[in-house]
């Protein structure tokens, strides 16, 4: 490795890789960017995960292995205290990073010094690559915010930050999922950092039927209803009821119609109490109020399918 720093340091944690994670670290080595160190993070696989890692001749790999599964917040930990680089960029195992996604973000974040962590939008891909959707968030950072009393505002391994960002906010350990959401929400609530989504699509996401998204078991969404509260609350008191309406939808739950109306008032109460606290003016609050026919759109599809499936 050159001793000379690199501009960004790439963090993939692995866990039992072995089909995709050849392709995910070609699509990083491919990179037309390629001004980085890539920190890959051997988290206890007991599959051919090691011997794919280190088929790959390349100098700006670092391996680390540690030697019994981890989990994926303490494996971020150490590979945001080993990273050398000015950003650092997110990598999943079983995803596919677009060849100039490297090049899009770091000229982003240098045309603007006030972003601390920028994503993107993402192609959502089945087991063999195939493009199913295009999946978009926010693009501006008071968007962002708003998004977050609902859900994860920023895709997690499409983002690109500012290493001093990490180094002195990092991941709580004491989670084992929606870890990101709650890093998330704290240095939007708790720092100044600024984030900001590209709408391009510059990764592609794989979504399967043993991914970790889709195994995520009803039982630990809670975690991730528990901070859309958490966010919530920080603009408007919500009742028990409320509370629990939303832990429900969280876990895909039957909800009534009254519920939806419950729901609907909900959402409208955050967006004027949040208009209201950050003192948006008129053109910022409508861009806060679209932001909620999509949730209304959410209640609609989510009623209609339960009473499809009765």
């Known amino acids: 490795m050159n001793n000379n720093k690199p501009t960004i340091s790439v963090l993939m944690p692995v866990y039992n890789g072995e089909r995709y994670v050849a392709e995910a670290i070609e699509s990083i080595l491919s990179q037309t960017y390629s001004d980085f160190e890539f920190i890959i993070i051997n988290d206890g696989s007991t599959d051919s995960t090691e011997k794919i890692i280190k088929s790959f001749n390349d100098s700006r790999i670092v391996y680390i292995d540690n030697g019994a599964n981890l989990g994926l917040s303490k494996?971020?930990?150490?590979g945001i205290d080993r990273a050398r680089g000015e950003f650092i960029a997110r990598m999943d195992a079983d995803d596919v990073s677009e060849p100039?996604?490297?090049e899009r973000q770091v000229q982003f974040l240098k045309k603007r010094p006030h972003v601390g962590i920028v994503g993107s939008?993402?192609?959502l891909i089945d087991e063999d690559?195939?493009?199913r959707r295009v999946y978009r968030r926010q693009l501006?950072?008071?968007n962002i915010k708003f998004a977050s009393l609902f859900s994860t505002p920023i895709m997690h391994p499409t983002i690109m930050g500012r290493t001093e960002v990490f180094k002195t906010h990092h991941y709580n350990e004491g989670l084992s999922n929606s870890e990101d959401y709650e890093l998330w929400s704290r240095l939007l609530f708790e720092s100044e950092t600024h984030f900001a989504n590209i709408r391009e699509?510059?990764?592609?996401?794989?979504t399967y039927p043993h991914s970790f998204t889709q195994t995520l078991n009803l039982d630990k969404r809670v975690v991730s209803a528990h901070n859309s509260i958490r966010n919530m609350e920080r603009y408007t008191k919500l009742s028990e009821r409320e509370k629990r309406l939303i832990v429900r939808m969280r876990q895909e739950q039957n909800i009534s119609l009254s519920d939806m109306f419950?729901?609907?008032a909900l959402y409208f109460r955050a967006a004027r109490n949040f208009c209201r606290k950050e003192h948006l003016g008129k053109r910022k609050t409508f861009r806060i109020y679209i932001q909620v026919l999509p949730n209304l759109y959410f209640l609609a599809k989510y009623k209609l399918k339960r009473l499809l499936n009765r």
């Open 201 to 206: 699509p510059l990764l592609r996401y794989r």
């Open 140 to 142: 501006d950072h008071m």
């Open 100 to 102: 100039k996604r490297f």
């Open 121 to 123: 939008s993402m192609s």
């Open 129 to 131: 690559g195939r493009i």
């Open 75 to 78: 494996s971020f930990n150490l």
């Open 262 to 264: 419950a729901a609907t």
